[in-house]
């Protein structure tokens, strides 16, 4: 399986159209992913078979929210799954670094109530114990944790993925994700034993309007200063067809 992270209905159309049939819907990647509008969602539903997981995430920076924030993940949560999500992805945190489980279960119970899958994102990489946080959240009824083995990158943390995996991938599906494409997710998945990669195929757009005279919108710096990231569908096939050949 390979699963695209998407940050438009743009870029899930470029998905769809490389050839993967899974993604996961956000806006704002450059934040690490938000919560997508219901419109993108809605339109992918429509106008392709794609399996959509979305993301629910209100801001940036981490994942210990306080009820205010809380409240509005349960409302955006609603209307994904009411609108043909396929499944949510989230994270929570106490500030400790250790699974909130209190919310944790609340989300997975309404997600579970529309019979769709619950996956757990890359909060689960700031967790001080790996082990422990993955224990938890197979008692809570995860059905899947994204994950980069508590390093960087998923190739970084490949020792650690194949260790989740041998003990337990039984009870609950890993995936593999941060920094994998098309040159390394064979390898990645030989070494560790998954069977399911998430990669943003990313590349850059221009919008010339980014910067005025004296205002920018940028957040990228150098050569990317006026760009924004989207997915590349040529990306997406060589993805695809690296994992076919093998």
Do not use: W
Not at 227 to 245: A, F, I, R, T
């Amino acid at each position: 399986m390979i699963e695209v992270c998407c940050g438009s209905y743009k870029d899930g159309l470029r998905a769809y159209k490389g050839g993967a049939t899974r993604i996961e819907l956000n806006s704002a990647l450059y934040l690490g992913g938000l919560t997508p509008s219901v419109a993108s969602l809605k339109l992918l539903k429509r106008e392709t078979t794609l399996t959509i997981i979305c993301m629910v995430r209100p801001r940036g920076a981490g994942f210990t929210y306080d009820e205010i924030e809380y409240k509005q993940m349960l409302l955006e949560a609603e209307d994904l799954l009411e609108n043909g999500a396929d499944g949510l992805a989230f994270g929570f945190l106490k500030s400790d670094h250790t699974i909130d489980e209190k919310r944790t279960r609340e989300f997975v119970e309404l997600i579970h109530k529309y019979h769709r899958t619950a996956v757990f994102h890359r909060a689960f990489d700031c967790c001080d114990d790996l082990d422990h946080a993955m224990s938890q959240l197979i008692e809570l009824g995860i059905d899947r944790v994204l994950t980069s083995g508590g390093q960087p990158t998923a190739i970084d943390g490949a020792d650690k993925i194949k260790s989740l995996q041998e003990n337990y991938g039984k009870d609950i599906e890993i995936l593999a994700g941060s920094g994998v494409n098309y040159n390394n997710a064979s390898s990645l998945m030989k070494h560790t034993g998954i069977s399911q990669v998430h990669s943003s195929c990313k590349d850059y757009e221009e919008d010339p309007t980014t910067s005025g005279k004296s205002v920018t919108y940028s957040y990228y710096t150098g050569t990317h200063a006026n760009d924004y990231e989207s997915v590349d569908q040529e990306n997406v096939e060589k993805l695809v067809s690296s994992l076919q050949n093998k």
